[in-house]
Nanobody, 127 residues
């Protein structure tokens, strides 16, 4: 089974920048579509970003466009989420997700396309 481990969360101030990481235990990581989602207390899980295996398809949720950037290092089996100009409403648990079939890259935002999920990392942004 594919395992995903997120890291990099923490307590931040509004306007700060933070980079999250997600390391995957996979032999063919470069063929995976990867995604980031978040869930705030009392809210539904929200789509943040998705990227196909070689970055040819890349999409972002409306709430983070222009502030967050996804990237990946296939040699390290790692995807990143660079978060700039953090806002209190960014406070959430951030989850990394993987779709080995690469279907998810054709359906941005559809969380059910992702077969594997990490346990999440908490990001808290104070005003």
């Amino acid at each position: 089974q594919v395992q995903l481990v997120e890291s990099g969360g923490g307590l931040m101030q509004a306007g700060d920048s933070l980079r999250l990481s997600c390391v995957a235990s996979a032999s063919d990581f470069d063929s995976f579509t990867m995604g980031w989602f978040r869930q705030a207390p009392g809210k539904e899980r929200e789509f943040i970003s998705t990227m196909s295996g070689y970055g040819l398809r890349e999409f972002y949720g409306e709430s983070v466009k222009g502030r967050f950037t996804m990237s990946r290092d296939n040699a390290q089996n790692t995807v990143y989420l660079q978060m700039n100009n953090l806002k209190p409403e960014d406070t959430a648990v951030y989850y990394c997700a993987a779709d080995p079939t690469a279907v998810a890259s054709l359906h941005p935002g559809r969380e059910k396309e992702y077969q594997y999920w990490g346990r999440g990392t908490q990001v808290t942004v104070s005003s």
